[in-house]
C-alpha cells in the first residue's frame, strides 16, 4: 500500500467517524406486573408507541413484555414508567448457562420454569467448599461420582 492508499484510508476512516451512527436492531425485555388482559393492553399500547419500536410481545403469564426494533432500553423503560406499572429489566436467563443455578441469591421460585435470577455479582455464585465437594460429588461430569451398578 503506498502513500496514496494510506492518506484515502485514513480519510474514508475519518468521514466514517464523523456520519450518525445508525440504531442497532435491540431486544429489550422487562420484568412488567400484569393483571389482567387491560393491563396488557396498556402495556402493549405504550411499549408500542417507543420510537423504532418493530414489535411488542406480551406474555402475562411470565409478566414478561418485550420490544424489538431500533430502540434505546432507556426509551423502553420510560415508556414502561409511564404505564404506572411496577417493572425492572427482564432479571432471568435459562438456568443452562449458569454455573451453580441453585445457589442462594441465583435462585428465585418467581423465575418462569427453567430460568433463575441473572447476576453479575460472582460473590453470589461462590461456592463454600462444603457446597463445592457436594456438588462435584453428583455431577454428571465427574467419573468418580456416585453410580449404580
Known amino acids: 500500500m503506498g502513500v496514496a492508499g494510506t492518506l484515502e484510508y485514513l480519510s474514508e476512516l475519518i468521514s466514517s467517524s464523523k456520519k450518525k451512527k445508525k440504531k442497532q436492531l435491540n431486544t429489550v425485555s422487562l420484568k412488567i406486573r400484569m393483571d389482567c388482559e387491560g393491563c396488557a393492553l396498556k402495556v402493549k399500547k405504550a411499549l408500542s408507541g417507543v420510537k423504532g419500536a ?3 410481545d406480551v406474555d402475562m403469564k411470565q409478566q414478561k413484555a418485550t420490544v424489538y426494533g431500533y430502540v434505546d432500553a432507556k426509551n423502553v423503560m420510560k415508556a414502561a ?4 406499572k ?11 448457562t449458569v454455573a451453580h443455578p441453585y445457589v442462594a441469591g441465583v435462585y428465585d421460585k418467581k423465575a418462569p420454569p427453567n430460568f433463575v435470577r441473572a447476576t453479575n455479582d460472582p460473590t453470589v455464585v461462590a461456592l463454600n467448599p462444603v457446597e463445592e465437594q457436594f456438588t462435584l460429588m453428583f455431577n454428571d461430569e465427574n467419573p468418580n461420582a456416585c453410580s449404580i451398578m
Open 54 to 56: 418493530k414489535s411488542v
Open 81 to 84: 414508567k409511564a404505564t404506572g
Open 86 to 96: 411496577k417493572f425492572e429489566k427482564w432479571p432471568y436467563v435459562p438456568y443452562t
